[in-house]
C-alpha cells in the first residue's frame, strides 16, 4: 500500500514535495494540510495577511478503514496542491485493497474570489467504501464565528457563510462572506466504481469598517457573492481548471533553472522553483483584472516590457534570506513575499512590483543573474568570480520578445555565455556583444542554437554582456568604457588567486634549507668532529703463535 502511494506521488507533475502544501491567488492562500485559509482585505493592494477560522476544505474520513498512507505536492506549473492517500479497507495490504482518494486544490488566478477543490474517489475492492464528508460550512468548529444558510437561487443551491475578521489594535473589522457549493454528508462509492465531485467556494471580503456599518456592508457581499458563485456553477469544472492552469503557466514563461551546482551556497533548483511558486502565489494580478483601466494597463505592460533600471545592484542568487531552503509556516511565506517586494522597490523596480504577479516574476529572475536594464540596452552584470555554477534565466522580456540566457561550462570547466530569443510579435533586430564590446556586436536570431560569446573580464569590472536594439549604441559603447584590460576568464580568475603567498613558499624553502644544515652538522660531528669514531675499522692480523 506505501510503495503505491509513494509511486503515485513521484508520478505526478509538479514539482518537490518537502515543503508546505499551499495554494494562492494573491487575494486567497489555502495552506492546504492545516486546511486554513487566509484572506486579504478588499481595496488593501497587499498579499493574504489575513488568518480565518473557516475551515476551507472537505475533510474526508474513512469509515472502517484499516489504515492509510498519503502524500502531498505542489503542481508548480499548475498553480496548484495535489494530494493522494491510499485507504486500507480489508484485511490484507495488497493493492486490491486499497481505496484511493485524489484531491487537487487551486485558487483561481484569474478569478482571485473562487477556489475549487476536486475529489475523486478510486473503489477498485468487491466492499463498498464510506466516507464521512464535513462540508466546511457545516463543521462544527465555525460554532458562532460564522452565520450559515442554504440559498436557493434559480435551481440551484449553495451554502451562504458570513462572518468577521478582527484587526489587531483596531475596533474597525473586516467582513467575510463564502459562497460554498452543498456536499452530502455521507459519501459511499460502490464495489468497483469511482466518485467524483468538485467543491467550489467564493470569498468577498470588505474593507476594514466601522461596526456600525455591519448589515450594510454584509448584504453587499453577499450579493456579490451570490453573483459569482451562480455564474461559476454554470460554467464547465473542467473549463475552470484549464482557464486558471493557462493563466499559471503562462507566468512560467518566465523562470530559473538551475544545471549544475558547485558550491554549498548556491541554491537549488528545489528551494529556487519553491521560492517563486510560494512568492507569486501570494501576489495579486492586477493585469487580469477586468476593471483595470487602459491606462494603468498600458503603464504596468511598459514597465513589464522594459524595466528601466532594474535590477540595480549584485545579483541575489546567493542571498540566502530571499531564497530561504525551507519555509514552515504561511507567516514566513507571507514576510518572504515582503522582503521580497522590498527589495525590488530599493533596486529600481518599482513599476514592476505595481504590475503585481507578473512584474515580480520578471524581477526575481533579472535580480537572480544581475540582469539590469539601462535607458539604451540590457546588461548582465554578475560577479565574474562566481560563474563556477551552471544556470539558465529564461523569458526575460525585452519590449515584446523573450531572451534566454544561460551560464554554461564547457568540457574544462570554463564558464561561456549562450543566448537565444523568441520573438512575440514581428521580428526585431537584437544585438549583443561581450565584455568591453571590443568586437562588432552580433545580431541575435530566433535559432534554435542560439548564439555563444566567451566570458571576458574588464579592469576595471564592467558587465559580461549588452544587449540592445541600437546597433549604433553598442558600436560607439566601447569607446566610453575607458577600461585598461580585457582578459579571459581563465587569466582573470589566475590573477584573482594566484596561489600561496610568496612568504609561505619562501618560509617552507627557509625550514628545509635549515633541516638539511642541521642534518649535515650532525653527520659531521659524528665522523669527523672531536672525539669521532674512524669511519673504517683497520684490519689487524695476529700471528699463530708457536707452542
Not at 484572506?39 to 484499516?66: D, F, K, Q
Not at 511598459?302 to 507567516?331: I, Q, R
Not at 565584455?435 to 530566433?446: D, I, K
Request: proline share 5%; glycine share 8%.
Amino acid at each position: 500500500m506505501r510503495c503505491r502511494c509513494r509511486r503515485r506521488r513521484r508520478g505526478a507533475a509538479g514539482g518537490p514535495g518537502p515543503g508546505l502544501a499551499l495554494a494562492g491567488n494573491g487575494f486567497l492562500l489555502l495552506d492546504v494540510a492545516a486546511g486554513r485559509l487566509w484572506v486579504s482585505a478588499a481595496g488593501s493592494g497587499g498579499g493574504p495577511a489575513l488568518a480565518t477560522e473557516y475551515p476551507a476544505l472537505v475533510r474526508l474520513r474513512a469509515l472502517g478503514g484499516r489504515g492509510e498512507a498519503r502524500a502531498a505536492l505542489a503542481a508548480l506549473r499548475e498553480g496548484g496542491v495535489r494530494r493522494v492517500r491510499c485507504v486500507q479497507t480489508g484485511p490484507g495490504a495488497g493493492a486490491g485493497d486499497c481505496v484511493t482518494v485524489r484531491e487537487e486544490v487551486v485558487a483561481h488566478r484569474s478569478r482571485p474570489h473562487l477556489y475549487l477543490q476536486r475529489i475523486r474517489i478510486a473503489n477498485p475492492t468487491e466492499r463498498v467504501a464510506a466516507f464521512e464528508a464535513s462540508a466546511p460550512a457545516s463543521a462544527p468548529s465555525l460554532g458562532g464565528r460564522f452565520a450559515t444558510s442554504l440559498e436557493k437561487v434559480e435551481e440551484r443551491q449553495f451554502l451562504l457563510s458570513s462572518g468577521r475578521l478582527l484587526l489587531p489594535g483596531s475596533p474597525k473589522v473586516v467582513l467575510m462572506v463564502v459562497a460554498a457549493k452543498k456536499l452530502v454528508s455521507r459519501v459511499q462509492v460502490a464495489p468497483k466504481s469511482h466518485f467524483d465531485e468538485t467543491v467550489l467556494s467564493v470569498v468577498y471580503t470588505s474593507e476594514p469598517i466601522e461596526v456600525s456599518r455591519l448589515e450594510e456592508t454584509f448584504s453587499k457581499l453577499r450579493e456579490s457573492a451570490k453573483k459569482e458563485m451562480l455564474e461559476v456553477m454554470q460554467m464547465g469544472v473542467e473549463d475552470l481548471f484549464q482557464e486558471h492552469q493557462q493563466t499559471w503557466s503562462d507566468l512560467f514563461i518566465s523562470g530559473i533553472e538551475m544545471r549544475k551546482i558547485t558550491d554549498l551556497h548556491t541554491p537549488s533548483s528545489e528551494t529556487v522553483n519553491m521560492t517563486l511558486y510560494y512568492v507569486l502565489s501570494s501576489m495579486p494580478a492586477p493585469l487580469l483584472d477586468p476593471l483595470i483601466s487602459g491606462e494603468d494597463r498600458e503603464k504596468m505592460e511598459a514597465s513589464l516590457n522594459y524595466a528601466d533600471h532594474c535590477f540595480s545592484g549584485h545579483a541575489t542568487m546567493h542571498a540566502e534570506n530571499l531564497w530561504p531552503a525551507k519555509l514552515t509556516s504561511v507567516a514566513q511565506i507571507l514576510q518572504l513575499s515582503d522582503l521580497w517586494k522590498l527589495t525590488l522597490q530599493k533596486r529600481g523596480c518599482k513599476g514592476l512590483v505595481a504590475a503585481g504577479v507578473h512584474g515580480l516574476m520578471q524581477g526575481m529572475v533579472l535580480s537572480f543573474g544581475g540582469l539590469q536594464f539601462t535607458e539604451n540596452h540590457l546588461q548582465f552584470q554578475a560577479d565574474p568570480d562566481v560563474l563556477h555554477n551552471s544556470y539558465s534565466l529564461r523569458g526575460i522580456h525585452y519590449n515584446k520578445d523573450l531572451i534566454n540566457l544561460a551560464v554554461l561550462l564547457d568540457a574544462e570547466g570554463k564558464p561561456f555565455l549562450h543566448v537565444s530569443v523568441k520573438f512575440q510579435d514581428k521580428p526585431v533586430r537584437l544585438y549583443a556583444c561581450e565584455a568591453g564590446c571590443m568586437n562588432e556586436p552580433v545580431e541575435l536570431t530566433s535559432e534554435a542554437r542560439g548564439h555563444t560569446f566567451p566570458v571576458m573580464v574588464t579592469q576595471p569590472i564592467t558587465p559580461l554582456l549588452y544587449i540592445s536594439t541600437d546597433l549604433i549604441h553598442l558600436q560607439d559603447l566601447r569607446h566610453t568604457l575607458h577600461l585598461k584590460a580585457i582578459l579571459a576568464h581563465e587569466e582573470h580568475m589566475a590573477k584573482q588567486y594566484p596561489g600561496l603567498p610568496f612568504l609561505f613558499w619562501f618560509s617552507v624553502a627557509s625550514l628545509i634549507t635549515l633541516f638539511h644544515l642541521f642534518l649535515f652538522k650532525l653527520i659531521y660531528n659524528e665522523y669527523c668532529g672531536p672525539g669521532a669514531k674512524p669511519l673504517f675499522r683497520s684490519k689487524v692480523t695476529v700471528p699463530d703463535t708457536i707452542l
